[in-house]
């Protein structure tokens, strides 16, 4: 019996002989395969010669992929030829299995970060330039990987297929279906051994959820689960994952036509004033992280002078609905945070982001970081066309976790400059820093956010 999972390749091989136990012989001509499932007569491959191979004396093969999506369970495979003119047949049992899950790498190549570049240079007010970007870039996604394995979770959503056995090793109640660190926002399709299950049939738990840790049939469905011919990967989910809720808000809009092959988006104010660089956003029904970010020129200019001192704070442009309230702008080699906006006025925050305050003059052009460089299709989503003026969606982490996720990151920072070896204070007061504060901050995020060991009834 050979054993082959949907979707993959098995070389089915028929050998046959003079007689029983006597030498291979070749056929007269070369014989045919097909292959039906043994439960109904369902045909999984009609008679064909082509494809067939002679390996040898005596022996041939057939190279069969099952279609991804062929109902698993037992198939039989026919040859049938000549032997010195009489007709001859040799069979094989064939079982399918289950295709194999996909891995969330392939569809998902870059996990999410819970905070952005830019919350952590303004913490520190570092310097724009590449050599620090990517410092805190590494210190970011070793942050984010770092609350994951605290809380036992991952937390930003994926939208894809998962599969799991059935019946499990814990051998649990048969209607009930614990997903563990998978947790579920929501569920959009159910499939068991091969036959679709309607979601409308399933009970999510628990009540208070999303995210949701487990699923139940409806008992008053005729719904089942199992049924296929192995355990394994039996029943298969597809829907929206997180271990929290989803919360999205409204960023701003795109100010261009996307296409499928573009890979940086133009945005409006209040979409630069919102996301930075690793946010993750929704646009229609895909998903992309921002990379970078460029400047682009705004189309207005200063309306007048700017001196080269802190309190000068207000800039006159042309059109003050142009900007949003924490943008940064770039006029010359200065950069400026936009605090406020008061009709054309804009109440700025001088040398921002480790730059040199200057003087600038009337009719400088404004430039701000409108351009988005992306990764597409992120998350498990697909590339889609998006028009100009669609609303552009950011997803919001939990305030503990991105709390956590930026104190981690700074401290990586600060420990790397000094070689872990931070201290503080001077003289006879100078003493290694113990970072009480972080772990209080790590036992805060675990209480409300980890994932605990739970005790289950069998």
């Known amino acids: 019996m050979t054993e082959i999972s ?103 190549p870059r996990p999410v970060w819970y905070a952005t570049r830019e919350e952590i240079k303004a913490e520190l007010d570092v310097r724009e330039t590449a050599r620090s970007n990517a410092r805190v870039d590494r210190a970011l996604d070793d942050a984010s990987r770092a609350v994951e394995g605290l809380c036992h979770r991952r937390f930003w959503p994926w939208q894809g297929e998962r599969r799991f056995d059935w019946p499990d090793s814990q051998n649990r109640t048969p209607w009930r279906l614990w997903l563990d660190e998978h947790e579920l926002i929501a569920l959009t399709s159910v499939t068991s051994a091969g036959t679709d299950i309607d979601p409308a049939d399933m009970v999510l ?108 704070v207000t800039i006159t442009v042309q059109d003050g609905g142009q900007f949003a309230a924490g943008e940064t702008i770039l006029i010359d080699g200065e950069r400026l945070r936009v605090d406020d906006v008061a009709g054309d006025t804009l109440v700025v925050t001088r040398a ?7 003087a600038h003059s009337s009719g400088t052009p404004v430039y701000a970081p409108r351009a ?3 990764e597409r299709a992120a998350a498990g989503t697909s590339a889609a066309t998006h028009s100009s003026g669609n609303t552009v969606w950011v997803w919001q982490p939990p305030g503990p976790v991105r709390q956590l996720c930026i104190a981690e990151a700074l401290t990586d920072l600060l420990q790397g400059r000094s070689g872990y070896a931070r201290t ?15 772990a209080d901050l790590r036992a805060r995020v675990y209480a409300s956010h980890g994932r605990k060991a739970r005790t289950r009834a069998v």
């Open 6 to 108: 949907a979707g993959q390749t098995a070389v089915l091989l028929s050998q046959w002989r003079q007689y029983e136990n006597g030498p291979l012989t070749d056929l007269d001509t070369t014989p045919t395969i097909q292959i039906t499932a043994i439960s109904d007569g369902a045909s999984a491959l009609p008679a064909t010669t082509a494809g067939v191979t002679h390996p040898g004396t005596g022996s041939y093969g057939y190279a069969w992929t099952p279609a991804a999506g062929l109902t698993p369970g037992l198939y039989l495979a026919l040859w049938t030829g000549l032997a010195s003119g009489a007709p001859v047949t040799a069979t094989e049992t064939v079982t399918v299995l289950a295709a194999p899950m996909a891995e969330p790498t392939a569809a998902d």
């Open 205 to 312: 738990y628990p009540q208070s959820g999303p995210p949701f840790s487990r699923i139940e049939i409806n008992l008053g469905t005729s719904a089942t689960w199992g049924g296929g011919a192995t355990h394994q990967q039996d029943i298969s989910l597809t829907g929206l994952w997180a271990g929290c809720p989803l919360i999205e808000t409204n960023a701003g809009a795109l100010t261009q036509t996307l296409d499928l092959d573009m890979a940086s988006i133009r945005v409006d104010a209040a979409a630069s004033a919102a996301v930075g660089v690793g946010s993750l956003l929704r646009i229609d029904q895909e998903r992309v992280i921002v990379t970078g970010r460029s400047q682009v020129d705004t189309g207005q200019s200063l309306g007048g002078d700017l001196g080269n001192i802190n309190s000068a």
């Open 352 to 358: 921002w982001d480790g730059s040199t305050i200057a």
């Open 372 to 374: 988005l460089a992306v």
């Open 424 to 438: 503080a204070g001077s003289g006879e007061s100078e003493r290694e820093t113990s970072g009480r504060g972080l």
